[in-house]
């Protein structure tokens, strides 16, 4: 069975620019989670989203946003990119929004 | 607000020592992970534990909790150097869906 999948694998923006990051969950999954993951940082949790609604959101500014999808993919928009957006950014699946997650590879994001 | 802080943050190990990363967390949470993520990589899920006095093993490693005094360990057994990687834990935050990770213990096992 296919993983999480996020795409793309690799982005590089400019300061001021809008992203859109995708993520497909492991089939049979309902929650996805996005996190915001700074070199030689820990994950740091941005949004949950179950059956389409939002659960949990980390303590990240306005620019950031995301929606869930019927089929359950997940988008993470991110605006008015700045310098310090430049990080990994994992998407993570779950049966429920307390079950174990599972993590996708991550679309790294450079910002110029 | 939850915090998870783990202990140490670096850790340089022979082969076939035995040592104990530490995750202290600051308010209740109903159900603690550990991940393991090797550099460039995502993370790789090793443990839920989600009660008090849980204990579980997979191979070298064994992770515990201790709810009453907001504590996970994991244990390395006879370390070998495919476990060199950096290892999180996270802890759920009670009554919502928000996962906090610790900062991480980048683990380096010398030959």
């Known amino acids: 069975d296919a993983g999480v999948t996020q795409s793309p694998t690799h982005l590089i923006k400019t300061r001021g620019q809008q992203v859109t990051l995708r993520c497909s969950p492991i089939?049979?999954?309902?929650?996805v989670s996005w996190y915001q993951q700074v070199l030689g940082q820990g994950p740091q949790f941005i949004f949950q989203?179950?059956?389409?609604?939002?659960?949990g959101r980390g303590n990240f500014p306005d620019r950031f946003s995301a929606r869930q999808f019927p089929n359950y993919s997940s988008e993470l928009n991110v605006n008015a990119l700045l310098l310090g957006d430049s990080a990994l950014y994992l998407c993570?699946?779950?049966?429920?929004?307390?079950?174990?997650?599972?993590f996708g590879d991550g679309t790294r994001l450079s910002i110029l | 607000e939850l915090k998870v802080e783990q202990n140490p943050l670096f850790l340089s190990m022979q082969e076939g020592k035995n040592y104990t990363i530490y995750c202290n967390y600051s308010?209740?949470?109903?159900?603690l992970y550990w991940y393991r993520q090797d550099p460039g990589k995502s993370l790789e899920s090793l443990f839920v534990l989600l009660s008090n006095g849980a204990v579980k093993q997979e191979g070298r490693l064994m992770a515990s909790l201790d709810t009453k005094a907001r504590l996970s360990t994991l244990h390395i057994t006879a370390a070998v150097h495919d476990l060199s990687a950096t290892y999180f834990c996270?802890?759920?935050?009670?009554?919502?869906?928000?996962?906090?990770f610790g900062t991480g213990t980048r683990l380096k096992v010398l030959a």
């Open positions: 989203y179950y059956e389409k609604e939002e659960r």
């Open positions: 996270a802890g759920g935050y009670s009554g919502t869906y928000k996962y906090i």
């Open positions: 308010t209740t949470s109903d159900r």
């Open positions: 993570a699946s779950s049966l429920a929004g307390n079950q174990p997650q599972h």
């Open positions: 089939s049979g999954h309902k929650s």
